[in-house]
């Protein structure tokens, strides 16, 4: 699990803030037992990523952009598009 997460919960849902330089396997391990959405800035990359529980695996909608406030608009309205939130 990762500790000391902040959220975005201005709008819902409450998105978790992934600091950067946390390795993809810590990430995925998180999804699967706190079943939340977390933004993302993976490793090696200028885009970030969306990472939400779909209920029986874990989904990745990638490159939403560089800047961190505009990625996290972009997954909240995907996933409520997608029935997610």
Do not use: N
Not at 3 to 24: F, M, N, R, T
Not at 52 to 73: C, K, N, R
């Amino acid at each position: 699990m990762l500790d000391d997460l902040e959220y975005d919960d201005s709008e819902s849902p409450a998105i978790g803030l992934v600091p950067a330089g946390v390795p993809w396997e810590d990430i995925q391990d998180h999804i699967k037992i706190a079943h939340h959405p977390l933004v993302a800035l993976p490793e090696g990359s200028s885009q970030y990523a969306g990472v939400y529980w779909t209920g029986t695996a874990m989904a990745v909608i990638e490159d939403l952009g560089p800047d961190h406030d505009q990625a996290i608009s972009e997954f909240r309205e995907l996933l409520r598009d997608r029935g997610e939130a």
